[in-house]
């Protein structure tokens, strides 16, 4: 099976940065994606990686090791939109995903 | 807009019951995808296909079914409906495509048996 972590609830102040760390162990790897879902509405796609490395995308950035089996997601200049759900999802080697539970950011003014 | 729908947008149910959830995507996309969404578990693949004419069986599939008859249009059905099926059902698609294959999410039907 898989096995797909990442904090539970994290609050943050409006204009501050947050890290949501993931760590997994799944059966296989074919990429890490994380979404985001704000309350009552579906998940929308944010970020991929399959590369080691930072993929930098306006005020997000997505990080990935492999080797350590671990991405976080970064979250710059935090808005009031900004607080939702956000989703880390791994590809395994049948290619079918499979989801953290989510961590919940609430951003404060 | 291109995108995909769902059908309904929630429901009540009595428990025996069957219930079938539509799911119809636009893009043209080969595969499709049925999440079930509970709080503090996160999202977990019920069925897939791959491609129209083909299914396969996810992460939790006992007691649902699906079809794929043609390339848009992906029925989720509960033969006899039980409470433990109270949940969020997301339907996805995908290109299914090598590389990215991003999935892109439907609104959900919020699915209540009582």
């Known amino acids: 099976g898989q096995n797909i972590d990442q904090p539970t609830e994290m609050t943050a102040t409006e204009g501050a940065i947050v890290q949501i760390n993931c760590t997994y162990q799944t059966s296989g790897f074919n990429g890490l994606f994380w979404y985001q879902q704000h309350a009552g509405e579906a998940p929308t796609f944010l970020s991929y990686n399959v590369l080691d490395g930072l993929e930098e995308k306006g005020r997000f950035s997505s990080f990935l090791s492999r080797s350590k089996g671990y991405s976080y997601l970064l979250l710059k200049e935090l808005q009031m939109k900004d607080s939702a759900s956000y989703l880390c999802a791994v590809r395994d080697g049948d290619y079918k995903l499979s989801f953290g539970a989510g961590t919940t950011v609430t951003v404060r003014a | 807009i291109a995108g995909i729908t769902q059908a309904p947008t929630s429901q009540i149910l009595a428990a025996g019951r069957r219930m079938t959830l539509r799911c119809t995507q636009d893009?043209?996309?080969?595969?499709m995808y049925w999440y079930r969404q509970d709080l503090g578990l996160g999202l977990r693949l019920i069925h897939y296909?791959?491609?129209?004419?083909?299914?396969g069986k996810g992460e939790v599939p006992d007691g649902y079914s699906v079809s794929r008859a043609n390339t848009d249009d992906f029925p989720l059905t509960l033969a006899s409906a039980v409470p433990s099926q109270t949940s969020v059902y997301f339907c996805?698609?995908?290109?299914?495509?090598?590389?990215?294959?991003?999935?892109?999410f439907g609104p959900g039907t919020r699915l209540t048996v009582l």
């Open positions: 296909s791959n491609t129209a004419g083909t299914t």
């Open positions: 893009m043209r996309h080969n595969a």
């Open positions: 996805a698609s995908s290109e299914g495509s090598s590389g990215t294959d991003t999935q892109y």
